[in-house]
């Protein structure tokens, strides 16, 4: 059933997709209650409500992207015998690389970063990342979604996305840090995708309404949202 209704491919349903399904293909019906109240107020500052913020963009080429990253993480995982501590170590490498802090990477560093030979294999992934053919892509990104294919426990993942973009070091992230959280894990292109779950997810954590996210509230999310944050992907056994 979800996945006859899953028009954007994440793995869950949203609103509009169950309203659909619900009512048999007629138009969903505004969330006026959301859309017609202030948005919760936190601290000082407003959280937009969910209904202020454009549903994600769907369709073919949305799932056929998603599942073409899932494919290539998962065998470019299996065939590297990639485990949690090796995209750790690729992350360190990266950082001592990185010395303007642009967070990007050109092919050359890609295959030096994860320590691979280059190879067609390398090229197919590196250029899943490279949306604008611009021949470099965010490490970043690339790490936290091939962590998802490293048979790392939630625990583990949950650590490496949040110190991955946590650039300070001071134990908080930002609401567009999130996002690209979620776009790496969603294995996401946009990040209108992903956007959706942004609000939710700030709208449950950031309790102060400062913008910003601390460590044990991420984790407190992740149990209260585990689909979210990290949906279901194939992930193979550790050894």
């Known amino acids: 059933?979800?996945?006859?209704?899953?028009?954007?491919?994440?793995?869950?349903?949203?609103?509009?997709?169950?309203?659909?399904?619900?009512?048999?293909?007629?138009?969903?019906?505004?969330?006026?209650?959301?859309?017609?109240?202030?948005?919760?107020?936190?601290?000082?500052?407003?959280?937009?409500?969910?209904?202020?913020?454009?549903?994600?963009?769907?369709?073919?080429?949305?799932?056929?992207?998603?599942?073409?990253?899932?494919?290539?993480?998962?065998?470019?995982?299996?065939d590297n015998n990639l485990k949690p501590e090796?995209?750790?170590r690729a992350y360190?490498?990266?950082?001592?690389?990185?010395?303007?802090?642009?967070?990007v990477i050109n092919y050359t560093e890609f295959c030096v970063i994860l320590q691979v030979e280059p190879s067609q294999q390398c090229e197919k992934l590196f250029q899943l990342y490279d949306y604008d053919d611009t021949g470099m892509i965010d490490a970043r990104e690339l790490l936290v979604g091939l962590a998802n294919f490293t048979g790392a426990g939630k625990d583990d993942k949950l650590k490496f996305s949040f110190m991955v973009y946590d650039e300070e070091g001071n134990g908080v992230i930002t609401k567009g840090e999130l996002?690209?959280?979620?776009?790496?894990?969603?294995?996401?292109?946009l990040e209108a995708e992903v956007a959706r779950k942004a609000v939710t997810i700030m709208s449950q954590a950031d309790r102060k309404g400062d913008g910003i996210i601390t460590f044990d509230e991420f984790v407190i999310v992740s149990k209260k949202f585990p689909n979210i944050l990290f949906p279901a992907q194939q992930r193979r056994p550790q050894n």
């Open 92 to 103: 360190r490498r990266f950082m001592a690389s990185d010395k303007n802090k642009s967070g």
């Open 1 to 78: 059933m979800i996945r006859m209704i899953d028009k954007d491919g994440d793995g869950q349903v949203g609103f509009d997709e169950f309203y659909t399904m619900v009512r048999g293909h007629k138009p969903p019906a505004s969330l006026s209650v959301l859309e017609n109240k202030s948005a919760p107020i936190f601290g000082n500052k407003s959280i937009p409500s969910i209904a202020a913020v454009p549903p994600p963009p769907t369709g073919s080429e949305i799932i056929e992207a998603r599942n073409a990253k899932r494919k290539a993480l998962d065998e470019f995982s299996r």
């Open 179 to 189: 996002i690209q959280i979620l776009k790496a894990n969603h294995l996401a292109t």
């Open 86 to 88: 090796s995209i750790k």
